[in-house]
């Protein structure tokens, strides 16, 4: 019991300071004025691999988790292209969340990435803003969400409120109220991708993937703007939607039938129990409270 409620304790810890670093990414990225997206990949690196490092070698070192799930899975073309399709129906899904959020509340425009990231960022550093805006930041979260911390808490409490909980920490992490449904949705999928094939990087495959066509989006509607795009923007969203989730789940149906799949370990603890061994240590609190400062009170 005890190594169980020190291994909370060092998963809260790392949360609050993967949250504190992603506070102070504004001051690193002062440091790349010039180059932005520098900036912002630095800013990303600090924020999730030092945490997710610095969790990965006390448990190690402490011996309460024997296996992270960092290492590569056998990967069969059903396998990936589950992940991409996947990925992809959660990224329309969300677009289609956030674009309904916004008609409903009668804000104008829709954030779909940060503000740094324009059309014209894309055509005259393509690479760079894929490495920064794309690649980086799916890997790193991943390998900190889903490929250690889930697993410290699938250990404690079991498969699914593992995912649920990490899902939560995702959606807190992007830090702000209007955009919290779609990446709670994002992160479960990601949760259960990597519990299902035992490994972080197919998760990583659906969230590139998820970044990927939020850029496309975002160049889309940026160069056609004045074409009218947007009056078919949610007509056509819906429509690739219900094709990617046909393939999603026509590929898992698959997968279940050649007994690729896993089923979930059962919950270990009653309900309540589970809850308060994952929420109730000083790491997760602070963390919770430095996202009500910033997301509801704008404090910091």
Known sequence: MQAKNRSAFYAGFSLFLCFGL???????????????????LAATILAFLIPA?????VLRKKGYLSGLRLGFPRFRLKKIGLSISAGLAASLLVVLINTMYFNVSGTSG???????????????SIGMTLLGVAVIPAMLEEIFLRGVLQPVYEKLTGTWPAIVFTSIVFAMLHGTLSNFIG?????????????????????????????????LILWLTDT??????????SFLSVIILLLFLYLTFRTA?????????????????????????????PGFLVFVLAFAAKAVFGLI
């Open 22 to 40: 992603l506070y102070t990414s504004g001051t690193v990225q002062q440091l790349f004025f010039q180059q932005p997206l520098i900036g912002m």
């Open 53 to 57: 490092a610095g969790l990965a070698l």
């Open 110 to 124: 829709i954030e779909l990435t940060v503000s740094i990231v324009t059309a014209d960022s894309l055509r005259q």
């Open 183 to 215: 990446p709670l949705l994002a992160g479960c999928l990601y949760g259960y991708l990597t519990y299902e094939f035992q490994s972080v990087w197919p998760a990583f495959i659906a969230h590139l993937s998820n970044n990927l066509l939020y850029l």
């Open 224 to 233: 056609y703007a004045s074409f009218g795009i947007w009056e078919y923007f």
């Open 253 to 281: 149906e698959d997968l279940f039938e050649d007994d690729e799949m896993p089923h979930f370990q059962r919950r270990k603890l009653p309900i309540l129990q589970t809850i308060l061994v994952m929420t109730l240590n």
